[in-house]
């Protein structure tokens, strides 16, 4: 039965993907890091690589880049972890890489040094690639606000249709009205699928500061049975897994 669900499934991802070929991409890519490195490593972040993904702009092999990091880890690892987002035009640009032989002020041997030095402090990587199905105040040609919410959910793989409409249609609009967030997006995950990786959207809410997070948060929940059997018929289609707030470290458009 398991192995008929995923196939049900896949046929109508693949079905989809030929039907929205128009969706903008998202790639995350985390990367963890000791925390006594964390300095040299935003010096590296700053000196050449933010003049890399520059030169991929030119090149239109994305349309913007930003650097985040997890400030509310699960674990105090002595580790710090960043999430490094590259917004890609289409499904047929997401893996377009022109070569780039050298940057701008920047000499071959100091950026081949500089790449080492970086990449030798990730003590763990890890990738999602995600499509936009919904987005406001984003501000994708300035970059986006100062802080941002993820949430990864779990939705019912067979009320992806219905999860889809409540979102776009009802928390979008409703969001937007409320003024409190800056922005927000609905991501479809597109590269981890199966019942080991659940996680298969994130959202995205983004402040201009701490402060309307934390203050969302710290209120108790009353409700009338209306408002209780709605918010219980949503948790029927999806599970909220987990939640990170991120703060924005460097952004390029």
Do not use: C
Not at 66 to 74: A, F, K, L
Not at 210 to 224: D, H, K, T
């Amino acid at each position: 039965m398991k192995k008929l669900l995923g196939l049900l499934v896949l046929s109508l991802s693949l079905f989809n993907a030929e039907a929205q070929n128009d969706e903008t991409i998202l790639k995350m890519w985390y990367g963890e890091i000791k925390n006594t490195d964390v300095a040299e490593h935003l010096e590296l972040e700053k000196a050449y690589f933010t003049k890399f993904h520059k030169q991929r702009i030119a090149n239109g092999d994305i349309i913007g880049w930003d650097m985040w990091e997890i400030i509310n880890p699960e674990i105090n690892a002595m580790t710090t972890t960043y999430i490094y987002v590259s917004l890609v035009k289409d499904f047929e640009t997401i893996g377009k890489n022109t070569p780039i032989e050298g940057l701008k002020g920047v000499s071959k041997e100091d950026w081949e040094a500089g790449l080492e030095k970086a990449m030798s402090h990730y003590i763990r990587t890890y990738e999602v690639t995600t499509s936009i199905k919904g987005s406001y105040g984003t501000q994708e040609e300035n970059g986006p606000s100062n802080y941002a919410v993820i949430n990864y959910m779990e939705v019912d793989p067979y009320q992806t249709a219905a999860y889809e409409k409540m979102e776009l249609e009802t928390f979008l609009p409703m969001f937007k009205d409320q003024k409190i967030r800056n922005g927000w997006a609905l991501h479809k995950v597109l590269n981890h699928f199966g019942s080991e990786k659940p996680i298969n959207y994130i959202t995205a809410d983004f402040y201009s500061s701490l402060q309307p997070i934390y203050e969302s948060r710290n209120g108790a929940i009353a409700m009338n049975e209306a408002d209780t059997k709605f918010w219980k018929s949503i948790d029927a289609i999806r599970t909220l897994k987990k939640s990170h707030i991120l703060r924005k470290v460097l952004s390029v458009r």
